[in-house]
């Protein structure tokens, strides 16, 4: 029986919104203003748009292309394009399990987020002084299992239905509502913060650099950063490009995601300094510093109850459009390589993602005591999968491409569509070239053994 006709992105837009949705999320609008606070602020932005450039754009392509060549999921491409390689497929693989991993614990933070929408409505802010009541508010919240467990299921209850209804009628449709709502949420924040009185220290803290902070760990910080941010390492942009029709521009459109993510980064980030710094709070707070210091911040500021409820939906809607590209990697896998239908491996892989999760979430209270190398649950899986999974994916990616796939055989396949940018920018494609091959693959290497702690180790030997 002949396979049913596989799925294709409605127009160039669409997958374009899907694929920035993909990138923007809890990274842009949780993680990177917190990392920019911790490593020194305007010095930070300036490091990783500089990674973002170098590595970022450079692998985005290689992964949209591996994608859109085969049309498949990231198993059944490597397998397709190394013509069976047992250890290539086997880096597909771990995509799909990357894939798993990460939409169980990032699930559990979107339900936070989702929860806060409520609790900013509540007007429970309110009650809060100082960001360590916040703190404690937000404690006593994520080791209470049933808000917990409740929202974390809800959250996956709505990526499911998203994935459920198809790429072209759930995921490209969700992504053309949700992105410019997110847009528009996130303009009307910075417009908020930016004519809050004293907010111009905010706006000066993310334009004068203060190069003191900026060691080696920041740069590494800055790069891993630009990688998760853009959903790299793990086959989700593979597999968003493998529903792209050849006839489209694949550089230009892998600009376009890069510049939506970068921008929506920024724009957060400013959003939530011109906040801190106007009512006089420490951009310093880490992990904690949405939900400890902003509930505070939105107390101080006028208006600051209708903008904190808007502020928990748009950090909702960012984690949603992520974490439906996580489901789809799972999902696609199942349907190409399994021939199951896409409503069998939603429910399926939907359910049991949110099993998995359930540690995750248990991390605060019921299983607070579990410890895996000193860390809990939660964050041992977020240390497999974002500093160990996702770097090694991404340098094998850009290693299959520039050295095993070849650029031969590549080239010719980045060309169709984009015609016009080979014969009038050659040295675009040039450079991509180079980046590929030498950089992002050392850059990346690098990533990596910082982050399982290998250059601290050297670094206290000599
Ligand atoms: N890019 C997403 C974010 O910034 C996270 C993500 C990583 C999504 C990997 C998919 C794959 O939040």
């Not at 009307?188 to 000066?204: D, F, N, P």
């Not at 400890?292 to 939105?298: D, Y």
Request: charged letters at 10%.
């Amino acid at each position: 029986m002949a396979q049913a006709k596989r799925e294709q992105w409605g127009s160039k837009i669409g997958f374009i919104l899907a694929a920035a949705g993909s990138a923007i999320g809890l990274g842009n609008i949780w993680k990177f203003p917190y990392i920019t606070g911790q490593y020194g602020g305007a010095a930070f932005i300036l490091i990783y748009l500089i990674c973002t450039a170098i590595i970022g754009l450079p692998v985005l392509m290689a992964e949209v292309l591996i994608g859109r060549t085969t049309q498949k999921n990231p198993v059944g491409a490597f397998k397709k394009l190394s013509e069976g390689s047992k250890f290539w497929t086997a880096i597909g693989g771990m995509g799909v399990a990357a894939g798993f991993i990460i939409l169980s614990y990032y699930a559990v933070v979107a339900g936070w987020a989702l929860g806060y929408i409520y609790q900013a409505a509540s007007g429970v802010f309110y009650e809060f002084s100082k960001p360590e009541v916040a703190g404690q508010y937000f404690n006593s919240l994520i080791s209470d299992t049933v808000w917990n467990v409740g929202y974390f299921v809800l959250f996956m209850a709505l990526t499911m239905g998203v994935v459920y209804s198809g790429v072209k009628n759930g995921i490209e449709r969700g992504s053309k509502i949700m992105m410019p709502v997110l847009f528009l949420l996130l303009i009307i924040l910075v417009i908020r913060g930016v004519t809050l009185e004293g907010a111009s220290a905010g706006i000066k803290y993310f334009l004068h650099p203060d190069w003191s902070h900026v060691t080696g760990e920041a740069i590494l910080a800055a790069m891993g950063q630009s990688f998760f941010t853009l959903s790299l390492g793990m086959g989700a942009m593979l597999t968003y490009g493998s529903y792209m029709s050849r006839k489209e521009n694949l550089p230009s459109s892998a600009v376009s995601i890069v510049t939506l993510d970068t921008l929506i980064a920024l724009l957060a980030g400013l959003a939530i300094f011109t906040g801190v710094f106007a009512t006089g709070l420490s951009p310093k707070a880490g992990p904690g510093l949405i939900f400890h210091t902003l509930p505070v911040v939105f107390t101080k500021m006028p208006g600051g109850y209708a903008f904190s409820i808007l502020f928990f939906v748009l950090l909702t809607i960012a984690a949603l459009t992520s974490s439906i590209s996580l489901l789809e990697v799972i999902t696609a896998y199942f349907i190409d390589e399994k021939g199951w239908s896409r409503h069998r491996a939603v429910i399926v892989f939907g359910g049991l993602t949110t099993l998995f999760g359930l540690p995750s979430a248990f991390s605060y209270n019921l299983m607070g005591d579990f410890r895996i190398f000193g860390l809990n649950f939660f964050d041992s899986v977020d240390f497999l999968a974002a500093n160990i999974l996702l770097p090694v994916g991404g340098f094998f990616i850009s290693v299959f491409v520039a050295y095993y796939w070849g650029y031969k055989k590549a080239l010719p396949a980045l060309r169709d569509g984009a015609e016009n940018l080979f014969e009038k920018y050659p040295w675009v494609i040039t450079g991509w070239k180079i980046l590929l091959k030498y950089f992002a693959p050392v850059l990346i290497f690098l990533v990596f053994l910082n982050s399982i702690g290998i250059l601290k180790l050297i670094a206290d030997i000599l």
